[in-house]
């Protein structure tokens, strides 16, 4: 594994012990106290994982990220998601995108670099797909390890091509240990096929109500059950091979399968 990626993993694993997570007990003192101490926790953790400003530190050095996400639909979560790696602290963050969606995430931010790379089906004829799907590639492998973080989904939309070209981009990380954040129609791309992050612990999901409920139906194949919400988060994560799930919620829960405060 890359040096790059173990101090990632690190980081990761830091996280996944100390963030405080939801169901802090039922007895309501217990409950407050534990409360007080997780947003003095959230406020240490923070400063522990934005980059310092360091005078001997030169662009890139603080973090690269990029999103694989936005269509012909959806412009704004991409926009929020790359904004925010940059409102963190990381010091470029690029966007890869369908050809329509970029000059509208390029007017939202001067600061994003936006890559007009996707294509959907509607915008293509069959003969060319594959030809298509090469040159994406190829276009990505260019950027590829020089990333500290791939973040897929956000606003991809559910277009079968491009969501089988993203498929192959997550393939593409994982060879470079590349880590990789799930979230929004990537998830919608993993619940079908698991095996893209399965026992990659580069690979942190972070599903909403909806994204969660699919993925134990499919992984899990029963219904979410609130009651034993710890347990089975941390099968879910353990079935796909260790990867890090935080369900997002009223309380966010994380767990990598292993830790069993999940
Ligand atoms: N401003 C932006 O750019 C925003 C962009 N966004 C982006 O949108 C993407 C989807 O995220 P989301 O949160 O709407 O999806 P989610 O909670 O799974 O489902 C909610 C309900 O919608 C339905 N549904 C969804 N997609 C469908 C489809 N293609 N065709 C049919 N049904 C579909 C779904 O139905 P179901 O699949 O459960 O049958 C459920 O009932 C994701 O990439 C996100 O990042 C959002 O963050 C919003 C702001
Ligand atoms: N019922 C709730 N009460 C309080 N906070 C919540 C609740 N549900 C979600 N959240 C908070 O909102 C954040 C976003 O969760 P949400 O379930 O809306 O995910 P999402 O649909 O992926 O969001 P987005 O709209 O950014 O795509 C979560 O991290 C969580 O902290």
Redesign the pocket.
């Known amino acids: 594994m890359l040096a790059s990626s173990s101090s990632v993993l690190r980081r990761q694993h830091f996280l996944v012990r100390s963030l405080c997570v939801g169901g802090c007990g039922n007895r309501k003192r217990l409950h407050d106290i534990r409360s007080m101490a997780c947003y003095a926790e959230a406020e240490n953790i923070l400063r522990a994982i934005i980059p310092p400003l360091d005078r001997s530190k030169y662009k890139g050095q603080a973090g690269k990220v990029a999103v694989v ?2 269509c012909r ?7 929020f998601a790359a904004i925010s790696a940059l409102k963190i602290g990381a010091d470029l963050s690029h966007v890869f995108c369908t050809k329509d969606a970029a000059p509208v995430i390029k007017t939202y931010s001067p600061e994003l670099i936006v890559h007009p790379i996707l294509e959907e089906s509607y915008n293509i004829r069959d003969e060319e797909k594959e030809q298509i799907s090469v040159k994406v590639l190829a276009e990505i492998d260019k950027w590829l390890e020089r990333f500290d973080c791939l973040v897929v ?6 277009d079968p091509f491009l969501l089988g070209c993203v498929g192959q981009i997550m393939s593409h990380a994982r060879q470079r240990n590349v880590p990789i954040v799930v ?6 791309l993993i619940t079908e096929n698991p095996d893209l992050v399965n026992g990659y612990h580069l690979a942190v999901l972070t599903p ?4 969660y ?2 993925l134990v139906k499919k992984v899990l194949n029963c219904e979410v059950k609130d009651q034993d919400a710890h347990q089975e988060l941390q099968l879910l994560a353990k079935q796909i091979g260790g990867v890090t799930i935080m369900r997002k919620g009223k309380s966010d829960l994380i767990s990598d399968g292993d830790i069993g405060n999940g």
Not at 153 to 158: A, E, I, S, T, V
Not at 208 to 211: K, L, Q, T, V
Request: hydrophobic residues 20%; proline residues 7%; without cysteine.
């Open positions: 996400g936005g639909e959806y412009t704004g979560a991409p926009y989904g956000p606003g991809l939309g559910r979230d929004g129609d990537g998830l919608f909403n109500i909806n994204e409920k699919r």
